[in-house]
C-alpha cells in the first residue's frame, strides 16, 4: 500500500512538471518560448509554423502526457515519452543548464517510474 502512495506522489509530482508549463504559457507564451532549442525554432519558422503555434502544440503534449501519467494506465509509455523530452530538452540547451538542472531531478522520476513500471516478467522456461 505504501508502494501505491508512493508511486501515485512520483505520477502527480511528474505530471505537474509537465501541466504547469502550457497552462502558464497560456497567460506569459513569450516566457517559454525560449526554452526551445533554437534548431526546433528555426525549423518550425522554415515550415511556416508561428511561434506561439509550437508552443501551444507542444504544450498540447504535454498535458496529454500528464493525463496519461495521472491516469494509472500503462505508466511505462508516458514515463519513457517524459524521460525523452526532458532529456532532449537538457541536451539541446545544455546551455542554459543552470536553469535546466532540475529537469535533470524530473527526468530521474521518469526513469524511477520507468523502471517501477516496467513488466518484468521472466520466460516460463526461467521459473
Known amino acids: 500500500m505504501k508502494r501505491d502512495y508512493a508511486n501515485l506522489v512520483l505520477r502527480a509530482g511528474l505530471a505537474f512538471a509537465f501541466l504547469y508549463p ?9 516566457s517559454w518560448l525560449g526554452y526551445f532549442p533554437h534548431v526546433v525554432r528555426a ?23 500528464a493525463l496519461w501519467l495521472l491516469s494509472g494506465w500503462r505508466i511505462f509509455w508516458p514515463s519513457c515519452v517524459a524521460l525523452l523530452m526532458l532529456a ?4 539541446f540547451d545544455f546551455a542554459d543548464l543552470q536553469i535546466l538542472f532540475r529537469d535533470i531531478s524530473i527526468a530521474a522520476i521518469a526513469l524511477a517510474l520507468a523502471i517501477s513500471s516496467y513488466p518484468f516478467s521472466r520466460p516460463a522456461s526461467l521459473h
Open 22 to 30: 502550457p497552462l502558464n504559457a497560456l497567460s506569459d507564451p513569450n
Open 43 to 65: 525549423a518550425a519558422e522554415s515550415a511556416g509554423i508561428p511561434d506561439l503555434l509550437l508552443l501551444h502544440g507542444f504544450g498540447v503534449v504535454e498535458i496529454v502526457i
Open 88 to 91: 532532449g530538452i537538457v541536451f
